[in-house]
């Protein structure tokens, strides 16, 4: 017992002193890599890549190249002063700032490039970010999120640096500095399905979510209550949960079809072997797990002793459930509802190949034709409203325990 | 107050509560006591019915405790536990509030209680009305939770081992708190305990349990001079009795006329505290005086002796 405290005192002792060392002299190691990573990325690998027309493939073009001397001689210093200040232990908000505004620098950029590398008489002419773009802005959004975690930051300052984030994306979009892109020309070929593509992603993983919710509430709550009813229901979603989601798809399909022609009135609500119908059960059926599993854990971590006062002190059923046990429990409950809607907005991608829709249309459709502009014109926007999702739900799981 | 007769529950093989039959008188403390598995927690659950008798009854001022839901009987009657149960999502006001809320009284009405509760127990409501549980410390939480108890003005309060959670120095504090407060409120309290010396010190009659079974029932005094045979004697006839004999006493009872040098200590101070001021001064007798300070007279090492072997 002795020895091993000892030990255990010596290893933490031996710790804080190589971090104290580190602290004094060296360098800070995720700024090294991220410095690394520009530099190599700078001069190995294209900054944007020039098409003929939107299927050929294209040649690299290195920054330099891309863009006009005095602006590339700019960007690559602005590039290189935060990197610098990543390699140096500069305070924790310095990182935070450097970092963002390198993201700025390197999104004004890429706009830039178009009108610098596409003469007027080339009109199906593209350009597309390249290998350092996309390597560069990896590496400082490493270095953005690594700072704001170790900011610590309250919840609502985290919401108002997505907003910020969202602001200034939409500042480029509205101002037209994207315009010459691929994939924004993409975009105005299919902006009319675009939003409604959009909705219709949000729209199923949402109402799945919701579905989820009606369901599995109440079935977290009778589980928690019954050992026997937790020991049938938890392993079967289990289950549910590892079937790939195509081969789940694939399964609705032979049902729903039989349900559509055989039930009247099925196939007038919209149930069909293909579309919707399977896409939301699919959704529906994965998020369950998440939130029943968590509805029983959260329900579990409350205290005992408010159970058993609320009891001796007459609360009815109904009364602790709603009033002690479900609030106690909504953050647990919360962090499941987090991890089905990100995986949620995911997995809708997928349904687009049954034809339920979503940015997933344009991510087939442009594996269909080879053309990866389109591809990213359905995968950017399912990436932002996945990391919003995960944003926004981790903030309020973190101010509703900040009342607990 | 409260009347248990022949009251009995059973868990499949086991008999847990095996016929008891005793009565607490009103405005009294009745300490429950007995080693755990003993039956005296699910003694306490019969009479709020959290757990439902097998057979025998209970009355509460005179009326049958099954006559009402299990609710409504439990809303009337003052539960604190172990460790407090307060809700830690709920502010101390409104932990306090729940039964009065659960009753139905009007907003201003509880308001006016929760204050004049959080005055009696010394917290002062402005500092401590919107804080949340955990913000308090342990003996400030276990306070609430007797608070909340008897929000609702109950006659009879229950209590399950509630100073347990508690260090032996706040403990003490919260014994003596109870009992002012129960002098001033004069409500009945049953109170559950392992520990023989609370429910001396704070019973005015104790019940010793033992398999289920109410072994003896009686002043703290009769038990300790007169134990029934078997487990009440083995759970009093330890080392400390002729002591515990002595915190029965006060030093009033035993003053006698004459002079001693040295401070003088009040006619309200327990025996037993008296004795151990007499052997830490090193003195065979020492002065006595009235709450006011007025000279009484004196108490002596030998008198004090006597009356400590007097049952033995």
Partial sequence: MNSGFSASATRRGFRSAAFAGLKRGSFDKLGVVVALLTFAALLFEPFVTLRANRIVSGKGVNVFDALPHATAFAAVVVIAIVAAAAIARTATWIRAVGAGLALVVLAFLVGETPPHLIGPNQPLARVTPAGAFWLIGFAFALLLTDAIGRLRLGPWARLAILAVAFGIAAAFLVSGQWDGLSVMKEYAVHSDSFWQEAASHVELALASLGGALVVGLPLGVACQASPRLRELTLPVLNIVQTIPSIAMYGLMMAPLAWFAAKVPGAAELGIRGIGTAPALIALFLYSLLPVVGNTVVGLDSVPAQSLEAAQGMGMTRRQRLLGIELPLATPVILTGVRIVLVQNIGLVTIAALIGGGGFGVFVFQGIGQAATDLVLLGAIPTIALAFSAAVILDALVDILKGKT | ?312
């Fill in chain 2, 1 to 312: 107050m409260i009347e248990v007769s022949n009251l009995s529950r059973r868990f499949g093989e086991l008999l847990a509560v095996d016929s008891v039959s005793f009565g607490v008188a009103a405005g009294t403390i009745t300490a429950l006591v007995g080693t755990s598995g003993s039956g005296k927690s699910t003694l306490l659950r019969l009479v709020n019915r959290l757990i439902e008798p097998t057979s025998g009854s209970v009355k509460i001022d005179g009326r049958d405790a099954a006559a009402v839901s299990g609710e409504e009987l439990r809303r009337g009657i003052g539960y604190a536990i172990q460790g407090n149960g307060l809700f830690p999502h709920w502010t101390v006001a409104r932990n306090i509030a729940t039964v009065p809320e659960l009753l139905g009284w009007d907003k201003p009405r509880i308001a006016r209680r929760v204050e004049e509760l959080l005055h009696l127990f010394g917290l002062e409501p402005a500092l401590y009305a919107h804080k949340l549980p955990r913000q308090l410390s342990g003996g400030q939480q276990q306070r609430v939770g007797v608070a909340r108890a008897i929000a609702a003005e109950p006659k009879v309060l229950l209590m399950d081992e509630p100073f347990g959670a508690l260090d032996p120095i706040i403990r003490l504090k919260a014994q003596e708190d109870i009992l002012a407060i129960q002098r001033r409120v004069g409500i009945t309290i049953l109170l559950v305990t392992h520990d023989l010396d609370e429910a001396i010190r704070l019973g005015d009659r104790i019940a010793v349990m033992d398999s289920g079974r109410l072994l003896q029932y009686g002043s703290p005094a009769e038990i300790l001079a007169n134990p029934a045979r078997g487990f009440v004697e083995r759970l009093v006839g330890g080392a400390d009795r002729p002591l515990r004999l002595l915190s029965l006493g006060k030093v009033a009872e035993l003053v006698e006329p004459g002079q001693a040098a040295g401070a003088p200590i009040s006619e309200a101070t327990s025996l037993r505290d008296a004795l151990s001021d007499l052997l830490w001064r090193g003195s065979e007798a020492l002065p006595v005086a009235s709450d006011k300070g007025a000279p009484l007279g004196r108490i002596t090492l030998p008198a004090i002796v006597a009356r400590a072997g007097r049952r033995a």
